[in-house]
T-cell receptor, first 115, second 116 residues
């Protein structure tokens, strides 16, 4: 079946602009996760959704970052007033269940470049 | 809190030689441990995971890892390296939190180089 898909694959934006990143999880997967991968920080966990709710938003780097999930499926990560330090690859993952041992399946990522 | 340490940001081995990628973790509760591989410009693919039970875990592409609680380690091995194994490898830990899942905590990654 289809894996996790993300769009766009690449996004170049100017400092101060808002961007929206989209994630389509594997059909039927309850949990959805967002991560950020950058040279300086490695792989960082940002936020996860259990259904449509996000129990813990403390991993988001600043209040410029927000995420939502609708219909228990598609999720969008929004970054407002982008800064150069936001440049990174944003990875989305989904898992069938919400237990710690459930395998997370990753999408190919969105490469964000802030000029 | 949990953390993962991967020793060696770059590891180089000859084709056909043993591959050993080191991972040590820190966790206050029993951990679930994962190894992921990332090929250039691609997402992460699960190689194997340890949840409970047998401490020697076999994964895809001939890789295996052994969970050693006393050493807080989960090293990844492959008896004979192949050119196609060249990639970035990430060790990760997860725990079961109250209320549901937890994000994975990743190590910094190890870039595996295969010499012909």
């Amino acid at each position: 079946g289809a894996g996790v898909s993300q769009s766009p694959s690449n996004k170049v934006t100017e400092k101060g602009k808002d961007v929206e990143l989209r994630c389509d999880p594997i059909s039927g997967h309850t949990a959805l996760y967002w991560y950020r991968q950058s040279l300086g920080q490695g792989l960082e966990f940002l936020i996860y959704f259990q259904g449509n709710s996000a129990p813990d938003k403390s991993g988001l780097p600043s209040d410029r970052f927000s995420a939502e999930r609708t219909g228990g499926s598609v999720s969008t990560l929004t970054i407002q007033r982008t800064q150069q330090e936001d440049s990174a690859v944003y990875l989305c993952a989904s898992s069938l269940g919400t237990r710690g041992f459930d395998t997370q399946y990753f999408g190919p990522g969105t490469r964000l470049t802030v000029l | 809190a949990q953390s993962v340490t991967q020793l060696g940001s770059h590891v180089s081995v000859s084709e056909g030689a043993l591959v050993l990628l080191r991972c040590n973790y820190s966790s206050s509760v029993p951990p679930y441990l994962f190894w992921y591989v990332q090929y250039p410009n691609q997402g992460l693919q699960l190689l194997l995971k340890y949840t409970t039970g047998a401490t020697l875990v076999k994964g895809i592409n001939g890789f295996e890892a052994e969970f050693k609680k006393s050493e807080t380690s989960f090293h990844l091995t492959k008896p004979s390296a192949h050119m196609s194994d060249a990639a970035e490898y990430f060790c990760a830990v997860s725990t079961q939190r109250r209320g549901g899942a937890d994000g994975l905590t990743f190590g910094k990654g190890t870039h595996l180089i295969i010499q012909p």
